[in-house]
């Protein structure tokens, strides 16, 4: 069973990331689209993109697995794919966060070229070359250049102010976060057999691990352990679990007849926000300091997203508006990462709009026109069978 409303749901999260990702090229963007500052109790349009991203992971884990299992895959080898999966997200997502803090002149090839090489290595290792037009022999030599290519970039790496550290986790980055999310949210799915109540029951308890940490009760793991923090931390997991709650929830109410299935997401959606504005006074809503507020109101935002769109797409099916958009939802990944090969390029052609072009609402179309582009080229690379799988 496949839901054309988390397909849309994906591709219009992965469009708008596009979108405000690219907000850095511009000035005088409006405060109200861009991220809140460090410390600041506020809630841009931005700092929602990435929660509904991770929560949209925890509403197609349950179609996933169900799919591997009535395939005949055992559940062994579909932890085996969990965990690779996983793994290929946080090494994705090592080495973006730290081309973020990469010391270019301390580099052989600049920090450009660096960022320019990482994206060619993941499209040499992770594409899905089984489907492509390329000679299956090529398949593996491409694929194994790929890894030779992330060494050689480790080998050379520099970060920092004056390139005084290595290659570090820091905080994973987008994908690394999301591959810690994925992780535990897929595993606990896998062995509780999709059981409801546990699903619920790790929701509200990573609800709870988000509250202990703006505390003095926080959990804190030590030495080696300390790689865990992201999940212990439990707000970052809590979105993809709420997303489980959603779709596990609204399937459970289906069977019945009746609007139940739409009722169930509306009532968790405004608890969530009830809950997450009025908390709002303790903790703050912030993105960066990962708050219990900022938990709550985002997940409540992707019950009622998700309840709008299944109505118009699944139920009333209505989804032609959505095929512009649409391989940012099937091929999420390659979409993610070509800006990562653009913005290199750019750097060394010294191209740049005129600054009118790049300021306040001109800036923001051209952002936009950027977002539409990128997911035209990606549908382009899916019809031709370049697209990146994990």
């Known amino acids: 069973m496949r839901l054309r409303s988390i397909d849309i749901l994906r591709a219009l999260t992965m469009f708008l990331m596009v979108w405000v990702n690219d907000f850095w090229t511009l000035v005088e963007v409006p405060r109200w689209l861009g991220h809140a500052a460090a410390g600041e109790d506020y809630l841009g349009f931005s700092d929602v993109i990435f929660p509904l991203f991770l929560f949209i992971v925890g509403l197609s884990i349950p179609f996933a697995i169900t799919k591997r299992k009535e395939g005949g895959d055992r559940p062994t080898a579909i932890a085996k794919h969990i965990l690779i999966r996983s793994l290929s997200l946080l090494l994705i997502g090592l080495y973006m966060v730290n081309y973020e803090t990469a010391f270019g002149p301390g580099m052989i090839i600049g920090k450009g070229a660096w960022c320019l090489l990482m994206a060619v290595a993941v499209f040499l290792v992770w594409t899905h070359w089984e489907r492509s037009p390329v000679p299956n022999g090529w398949h593996r030599p491409l694929q194994f250049s790929g890894l030779l290519l992330l060494l050689f970039l480790a080998l050379i790496y520099k970060g920092g102010a004056t390139g005084e550290y290595w290659m570090r986790p820091q905080w994973w980055g987008i994908l690394g976060l999301i591959g810690w999310a994925y992780l535990l949210n897929a595993l606990v ?88 504005l009025g908390t709002r006074s303790l903790w703050g809503i912030s993105k960066l ?102």
């Open 289 to 390: 300091g990962a708050t219990p507020s900022w938990l709550a109101v985002c997940s409540g935002l992707g019950f009622l997203l998700f309840a709008l769109l299944h109505y118009i797409a699944d139920h009333r099916n209505i989804s032609g508006w959505a095929k512009i958009i649409a391989p940012a939802g099937t091929a999420t990944l390659t979409c993610y990462m070509l800006p990562y090969i653009w913005y290199p390029i750019r750097g060394f052609l010294d191209f740049r709009l005129p600054e009118a072009l790049n300021t306040g609402t001109l800036g923001l179309l051209g952002s936009l026109a950027f977002a539409f582009l990128v997911v035209a080229l990606t549908g382009m690379l899916e019809r031709i069978g370049i697209k990146l799988k994990l």
């Open 189 to 276: 799915f896998l062995y509780s057999r999709g059981n409801l109540a546990v699903i619920v029951t790790l929701w509200l308890v990573l609800n709870v691990l988000s509250v202990l940490a703006q505390t003095d009760m926080a959990l804190e793991l030590q030495g080696p352990l300390k790689i865990f923090s992201t999940v212990l931390g439990g707000t970052i997991p809590g979105f993809t679990t709420a997303g489980m709650v959603a779709s596990l929830g609204f399937m459970a109410c289906s069977h019945s007849k009746g609007p139940w299935g739409y009722v169930l997401l509306l009532v968790l959606g405004a608890v969530c926000l009830v809950y997450g």
